[in-house]
């Protein structure tokens, strides 16, 4: 019981930030949401002591689930009427400033519009490079390996993930140039 | 937006760079433009024609979105409109005005504060 509220902490430390990448990503709050909700309950079923950085697992599991559900619902996209915008968020009252900081990477509506323009996985080697700072071809090579076949999206990848995902945790603490 | 309402066209120009544009999501539920607007000539006309033909119905309020201040239009009291400006500091390159419903439902959700702030800055 212990060991699962441990776990809860730890997501709950990096949740608003899962948000803002799943949302960057996704364009919409309602998809936003059930990717972080689908990362939580990986992370609770994930065999933790293959992890090194939680936060690198989790935002990489964020991204991979990102891409899946953006490539599976393109074909709506295509055809949805006029130009299309992400759905905004609206105030920030009810945001601690520790929340307001972590939100504050952009998540301008013109920023958004521009990553709109970038295919999956280019938007998640960007953002990734703005989570980690790590530099773009690293990131982007790491995106492109995440292509898995639509729907094939399980343990043997999850695994995959965590030692990639501790790549990005290294590069990380190594003040990454 | 005052200068909208008041049909002062000069003054909604010089708000707006030369090749501002306007982006419109309606979804294809709501009338919307359904291409983007260049120009600021064009713009600053569909502002004026929209206020007009609102006039009385419209109410607008400043708030948040996505972190940057935006403005939020209701239509005889229901959101209406959520619009964001991208702009260098001095005038407006783009506009991104949000329409669709579907996308809107954030500002009913949005908490006692806000909605303390509506109804006092809302103007009739």
């Known amino acids: ?177 | 937006m005052a200068a909208a309402n008041a049909g002062d066209e000069l003054t909604l120009l010089a708000l707006f760079k030369e090749d501002a544009t306007l982006t419109s999501d309606g979804g294809g539920v709501v009338p919307a433009a359904r291409k983007v607007v260049h120009g600021r000539a064009r713009i600053a006309r569909l502002f004026l024609v929209l206020a007009r033909k609102l006039r009385g119905r419209l109410t607008q309020t400043i708030l948040p979105i996505n972190g940057e201040p935006g403005l939020v239009s209701f239509l005889d009291g229901a959101p209406f409109s959520a619009t964001s400006f991208e702009t260098d500091g001095t005038s407006i390159l783009a506009v991104y005005n949000v329409l669709n419903p579907e996308k809107l439902k954030g500002i009913g959700q949005l908490g006692g504060k806000f909605k303390a702030d509506l109804a006092s800055s809302a103007t009739p």
């Not at chain 1, 933790?48 to 990102?66: H, K, M, N």
């Not at chain 1, 301008?108 to 323009?117: P, T």
């Not at chain 1, 995440?146 to 990005?168: I, M």
């Open chain 1, 1 to 177: 019981m212990a060991y699962s509220r441990e776990r809860n902490a730890v997501f709950e430390q990096v949740r608003n930030r899962l948000f803002a990448v799943a949302y960057r990503m996704m364009g919409t709050k309602a998809d936003a949401e059930d990717i972080v909700q689908e990362a939580y309950l990986r992370w609770h079923q994930a065999d933790i002591d293959e992890v090194r950085s939680p936060e690198a697992w989790l935002v990489s599991v964020v991204t991979r689930l990102s891409i899946d559900r953006l490539r599976r619902t393109s074909v709506e996209r295509g055809k949805y009427i006029g130009p299309w915008l992400p759905e905004p968020l609206f105030g920030n009252a009810a945001r601690s400033p520790e929340e307001e900081l972590e939100l504050a990477s952009d998540l301008s509506l013109a920023f958004m519009v521009v990553l709109e323009r970038l295919a999956p996985v280019e938007r998640a080697a960007f953002l990734l490079h703005d989570v980690f700072d790590c530099p773009i071809p690293r990131s982007l090579a790491f995106c492109e390996r995440a292509k898995p076949p639509a729907g094939r999206w399980c343990t043997e990848q999850e695994n995959a993930c965590a030692v990639n995902a501790s790549d990005f945790a290294s590069t990380k603490e190594n003040g990454a140039s």
